[in-house]
């Protein structure tokens, strides 16, 4: 089975400024990826980042971007230019392709954007 | 937004007494999941489905029942809720593109059982 941990609960940022979540994951599996979502008071869950486990270049997206290190089971995601409307829970996932595409979760960092 | 739709958006239920939440989506996906969001936690998996009348046991499964008859809905059924089932339910499809899965979200419901 495959766990994935968030140890960092909460977090803050001054707008404008860099901040980085972390995440590690446990799994025996080879092929996997692995996700950033965000969940705003609004509780839509919203994708923010891929990664394909087989892929040695991190994923980026505007201003998020990942540090995915492989050998050591860590996904964390950078936010540059921290905005206001960052300000949500940002969970980490990590998918099985071999089990039905299913997702495990971490248990989420809540994340505030000062101004 | 993948076309993902879920009813009702909330309910308010007494204990002992059967639900069902309904998921629809509107783009002819393969595989869907339901999942419940707890405070402290991440999502967890209930069910799932892999086309109709195919389904799966999630990691919390207990006390929940799933159907699909038709592609485009995927029902969870509480047989008898209990106050521990108080949650967020979240319905999910998985979208396929030329190298990976995604899944992306319903909006959700909030069920309270008292």
């Known amino acids: 089975a495959q766990t994935v941990t968030q140890s960092q609960p909460e977090m803050s940022v001054q707008e404008a400024e860099t901040v980085t979540l972390s995440c590690t994951y446990d799994?025996?599996?080879?092929?996997?990826?692995l996700f950033w979502y965000k969940q705003p008071p609004s509780r839509q869950m919203i994708l923010v980042i891929r990664?394909?486990?087989?892929?040695?270049q991190n994923a980026t997206e505007n201003r998020f971007s990942v540090n995915f290190q492989k050998a050591a089971k860590s996904f964390s995601l950078k936010i540059s230019d921290s905005q206001l409307g960052d300000t949500a829970m940002y969970f980490c996932?990590?998918?099985?392709?071999?089990?039905?595409?299913?997702?495990?979760f971490g248990g989420g960092t809540r994340l505030m954007v000062k101004p | 937004d993948a076309g993902i739709t879920q009813s009702p958006r909330h309910k308010v239920t007494e204990t002992g007494t059967p639900v069902t939440l309904r998921c629809h989506q509107t783009?002819?996906?393969?595989?869907m999941y339901w999942y419940r969001q707890d405070p402290g936690h991440g999502l967890r998996l209930i069910h799932y489905?892999?086309?109709?009348?195919?389904?799966d046991k999630g990691e919390v499964s207990d006390g929940y029942s799933v159907s699909r008859s038709k592609t485009e809905d995927f029902l969870l059924t509480l047989e008898s809720a209990t106050s521990s089932q108080t949650s967020v339910y979240f319905c999910?499809?998985?979208?396929?593109?030329?190298?990976?899965?995604?899944?992306?979200f319903g909006p959700g419901t909030r069920l309270l059982v008292l």
């Open positions: 999910a499809i998985s979208e396929s593109d030329r190298t990976q899965e995604t899944q992306y």
């Open positions: 489905s892999y086309g109709v009348k195919d389904t």
């Open positions: 799994t025996s599996e080879n092929n996997y990826y």
């Open positions: 783009e002819n996906h393969r595989y």
């Open positions: 990664q394909e486990a087989y892929k040695q």
């Open positions: 996932a990590f998918m099985n392709n071999n089990a039905g595409n299913m997702l495990t």
